[in-house]
């Protein structure tokens, strides 16, 4: 809230595993994400410490590394290969590029933030919406 408030507010903590523009529409990624989450398991994740973006970008985000690779099995199911586009990595962004130019003042304070740790997916949404604002249209049990 200190560093990001336009973001924080609307935009509640999350890790994207799939980007508006890399599915063809709505619908079909609609169906193709309930059936990859009808047969993947919970599985987890592990948040850890607070790194920098890389230039040309400026802002802050914890790294999340997917050691068992679920996120790319998903990923796999539901997009078709030539719509998937370079990505960053697996992440929770603590300050959004669109602010970054605050990255100097507010990296002492979240440089120093502990790392999470390990957290259980159990459910992936679907959302519409901004960085700054989301809306959740769809959310999908992992029943696996």
Do not use: K
């Amino acid at each position: 809230m200190r560093w990001n408030p336009e973001v924080a507010t609307g935009n509640p903590a999350h890790v994207t595993i799939i980007y508006h523009d890399e599915a063809p529409d709505l619908a079909t990624l609609r169906s193709r994400l309930a059936a990859a989450c009808r047969g993947t398991a919970p599985f987890d994740l592990s948040a850890g410490r607070a790194l920098r973006f890389r230039a040309p970008l400026r802002g802050a985000f914890l790294e999340v590394t997917d050691a068992l690779r679920h996120v790319q099995a998903i990923r796999e199911a539901v997009l078709e290969p030539r719509l998937a586009r370079s990505r960053f990595g697996l992440h929770v962004t603590l300050l959004h590029p669109d602010q970054g130019e605050r990255v100097e003042a507010a990296w002492p304070a979240l440089s120093g933030l502990p790392a999470p740790g390990t957290f259980t997916v159990r459910t992936i949404d679907l959302v519409s919406g901004s960085a700054a604002e989301t809306r959740i249209i769809d959310v999908f049990d992992l029943a696996g």
